[in-house]
Structure formats: C-alpha cells, structure tokens
C-alpha cells in the first residue's frame, strides 16, 4: 500500500520562464514529484492548461490552479492508494468530468497524477517505467529536433521542427552519442555558412538559422551526418505543426500559398527525396481529409503522425483510426490530463496497429517522466528536443540511466 499523506502544490518555472505547477505527494516511501510542462504550438482540443489572467506573470500565473489541488483536489486523494494508478485518476475524474479539464484545470489535475505514478512505483520498490505499462519495454530510437521553425523560433522557417532520428545503431546510447555529434557539426557548419546569428536556438535547443525553404534543413542535416561518417545510419523527420502555417483552406509556406493538395505534393516530394520516416501534423487539426488522403499514398512507407488532430484524446483517436487519418499519435500527457488516459490512448493505438511517439513540450522543466514513459510502452519513439539544454536532455539522461539496466531491446517498434 501507498497511501497518500499529504498533498502539497506551488509554482515553479518552466524553459521559457513562465510559471507552471509542481506538485508534491508524501507517502511512508518518501516524497514523489509531479511537474507539468506547457506547449505553444497547441490544439484546440487539448485539455484546458488553466491560468490565472491579469497582471501577475502577464496573465500565465497558476495560482488558481494550485487552490484548486490544494482545495478540492488534496481532500479526495488523500489516504488513496498510489500502486492503483487508475483509481486515483478516476477520482480525478469525478472531480472534472467535463471533457476539456475546464472545471479544475489539466495542469493541476497532471501534476497529482504524475506524483501518484512516481508514488506508486515506489511503493512496489520497481522503476517507473515497470510501473506504468506492462510492456514489452523498448529504448525508443530519439528524435532529436536540431533545426527550429515556427512558433519555436524567430526565424523565417514555416516548418516547426527538423528532427534527426539515429536509426542505423544497435543501442540507444550509441544513438545519442551519434545525434550529440551530428548536432555539432551541424552547429559549426551553420556557423561557417550564415554567421554566428544561425547557431542561436529556439524553444526546444534546435538552431534557428535564416532560411525558409523548406528542403533546405534536410540537406544540412544530411551534411553534418555524412561529415561524422553516419551516412545511411541517420533518418530524418519533420513536425510541420501545420495549423500554424494554415489559412483558410490554404497554407502558406515559404511565402507561397499552397492547397491542401499541393502540400500533398510537396510531402511526396520530400519524402521521395530524403530518408524521411515520419510527418507529424502535415495538415491543420481541421483539414481531416487531407490527413486521410496522405496517409493512402504515403502510410504504408512513412509514419503520418497526429499530434494537433488527436490531442492524445481516445475519443479523437478512435475515430482517426476509423477514418484512417493518420497511422500514429503524439502522446504528450499533458493534452489529456491524466496519465491512466495517456496510457488508454497508447492500448487503443496498439490495438489498431497504430505506433505512438512519446514527446516533450516546448515548454519543459527538468522532470524526466516522459523518458520513463516511452520505455513503458515500448513505443520505439520519443522526441525531447536538441541534445542540448537541461530541460531537454534530462528525457535523455534518464534513458540512459535506464539502459544500463540490460535486456532492453533499442530501435523502432516493429
């Protein structure tokens, strides 16, 4: 047994210096901490990240959120039992029932449930990572977001992140080793060919250098890994975050305005040109049957990967695995609210062969949950940013530390 003792919440600061909720859970095991991040590309449907408005902190506080573990959310949970994951999430639940988390907020109501975790692994004196999901457990190949567009940085890029994927390597750690290298070099070729303004980085460590085609981060991507002699080892990935580039029916992209068709072609083109194995949000959340009509052409050679379109929700996901809109989820935690949710997400993907890519938010902390996470299910895929910066290679260390354990397969989920 686990139970919870005391309930403690505050706000703490996350990568981009705002505020976000960190809770604490004691037990007879200890103290277990939960953190919440926060993203900036986002979809409409995501579970509410609820603030505060006015003045304090230009209206991103927490503080309502805080009163709400501490008035409404800690009388519940305490004496629960923390190694019965699911009934502590459900009795989360009952408190906000309403669909988007509106009612307490997903961010207070995610700290509570990544302590609880934490808490309940614990108690079974087994890592977290045995405690979420029974497995089989995976070191997930890391998608490593070297070059930033978007809403992530300031540059002229429409295409939000250019991930690298070292897929040619027989352990995780070997992988990481190889993204380090090809992140510097690429570091001092951006340097060498635009100036030392191109090696500034956005939100998740990547390099926001000035260019805005959007073939154009793949080639130098591809440069730096042939240059550190992992040529045909590294893959390469694309987050186009494509609500964000959406007008209308339209999208403009590199100062052209292209349908939904045309960026269809474009995704072909890209594809058939460079060692792509997935396209996360190709298309806006609302462009539906464009998402369907890409994943015909390309799901069987590429990942056509739903983040904005399904917000980690089971009931959108349902229905995109209905409708064939994509052939994987993006599972951030923090979309849905809790971790028993997160996890049904990932049975009902498995359950239709669909593959999940475990990821970060741009807005982070040090907390390294998700690096646990991605193990659990064994997804063979997570994205946590450059291997750069705290908040990001904490994801990175973690696994690390938990290869060392042995046994654990590395590479894609098959």
Partial sequence: M??????????????RGNPTVEVDISTDDGIFVGVVPSGASTGSKEALELRDGGSAFHGRGVSKAIDNIKDVIAPRILGMDCTDQRSVDDALLELDPSPMK??????????????SARAGAASKGIPLYEH??????????????????GAHAGNDLDIQEYMLAPTGFDTYSEAVQAGSEVYHAL????????????????????FAPPISQPECPLELVLEAAEEMGYGGKISLAIDAAASEFADGEDYIIAGKRKSSGDMIDLYKELTGTFPLISLE????????????SL??????????IGDDIFVSNPRILKEGIERKAANA????????????????????AYGSDFGVMVSHRSGETSDDFIGDLAVSIGSGMIKSGAPARGERTSKYNRMLRIEEVGGIPYGLRE
């Fill in 102 to 115: 509106d009612g307490l907020g997903a961010n207070a109501l995610l700290a509570v449930s990544l302590a």
């Fill in 329 to 348: 989820v993006l599972l951030k935690v923090n979309q849905i609210g809790t971790v028993t949710e997160a996890l049904d997400a990932v049975d009902m």
């Fill in 132 to 149: 979420l999901h029974p497995g089989p457990h995976r070191m997930p190949v890391p998608f490593m977001n070297v070059i930033n567009g």
């Fill in 2 to 15: 686990s139970d919870v003792r005391r309930i403690s919440a505050r706000w703490i600061l996350d990568s």
């Fill in 187 to 206: 570091k001092t070729m951006l340097k060498e060919t635009y100036g030392k303004d191109a090696i500034n980085v956005g939100d998740e460590g990547g």
């Fill in 281 to 292: 949000d190709p298309f806006s959340e609302d462009d539906w049957d464009a998402f369907i």
């Fill in 295 to 304: 994943t015909a052409e390309l799901g069987s050679k590429v990942r056509i």
